[in-house]
């Protein structure tokens, strides 16, 4: 099965001024994406506004990105939604377009039992075809379920298609637990991007991170360093990325990304959905001077 590494990147969902998926700048954007050396994409993730799109409007993107991306790299489109219904629904259209797997967030708001979880994810992995893959994805500050090292477990024993997960939480020691599953086959990705080289150099698999989107050459570097094992690049590497992803997170950082990749003509609006907030007129001239005045674009050592 089709496993995750590298840089994964969570992209935003364009927007119209009519407040609809943009196509053509969302084709625009996995171009820009793949141009960058980047080795998957990830739409509709947490990145994408998941929430706040309807089930049509995320079937639309997963399409456009799966039909536009061609097999150039691998798309593995994030399928949790409010609902066990409608996650599964989603799981299946993801199956039905050709995607290369799914990730599946922990159910939000409401607080689940480890079994309450291990059963969640047993009904969607079940859903799709035994060879199918799926991630776990855990982001407790945002969804309030946390997964732990049993939960792993016992999902993997019963779903061998789960096989790994992405956790945007940043917690080393967990992490480094989690790659001890299934006998230490299990996959394991990080949210925060400034653990990237850290986790890899310990047996992780990479990162998801939407600042790639911006700074592809920095994320393409690290993971080339990694590659070769030479940490002493790849560490600083890192630190730059760590210094450029503080000012893009500083604020808004799904918001920032969008009055980038505006600015520099990948899609056609900065708009957010409501009620996620767009950047204010200051706020994005006070980003991309900082941006600018520190050469964003280009790799420096």
Request: glycine content about 6%; proline content about 4%; some cysteine.
């Amino acid at each position: 099965m089709q496993k995750l590494f590298g840089t994964v990147v969570p992209i935003v969902t364009p927007l119209t001024d009519e407040d609809t998926i943009d196509v053509e700048s969302l084709k625009n954007l996995v171009d820009h994406v793949i141009a960058g050396g980047l080795q998957c994409l990830y739409p509709c993730g947490t990145t994408g506004e998941m929430m706040y799109l309807s089930l049509e409007e995320r079937k639309l993107v997963a399409e456009v990105t799966v039909k536009h991306t061609a097999g150039r790299i691998p798309v593995f489109v994030h399928v949790g939604a409010w609902s066990l219904k409608d996650t599964i629904e989603l799981a299946r259209h993801a199956v039905e377009i050709g995607a290369d797997g799914i990730g599946v967030v922990t159910p939000a708001f409401y607080k689940l039992s480890d079994q309450g979880l291990i059963d969640f994810y047993g009904a969607v992995a079940e859903s799709v075809p035994a060879d199918f893959p799926v991630y776990m994805y855990g982001i407790p500050q945002n969804a309030v379920n946390d997964v732990n090292v049993a939960v792993c477990e016992g999902v993997a024993k019963r779903c061998p298609n789960v096989i790994g997960i992405k956790y945007s939480y940043p917690d080393f020691t967990k992490l480094q637990q989690f790659m001890m599953v299934n006998d230490q086959k299990f996959s394991v990705l990080v949210g925060p991007d400034h653990l990237f080289e850290a986790l890899c150099a310990v047996g992780g698999d990479g990162v998801v991170s939407g600042n790639a989107m911006i700074i592809r050459e920095h994320y393409a570097a690290v993971w080339d360093a990694i590659q070769k094992k030479d940490f002493e690049t790849a560490t600083k590497y890192q630190r730059r990325t760590n210094i450029l992803n503080a000012i893009m997170c500083e604020k808004n950082n799904i918001a920032a990304y969008k009055v980038i990749l505006k600015d520099e003509g990948i899609i056609k609006t900065s708009n957010m959905r409501k009620p996620m907030e767009n950047l204010t007129s200051e706020e994005e001239k006070k980003l991309l001077d900082v941006m600018k005045e520190l050469d964003y674009k280009h790799v420096i050592v």
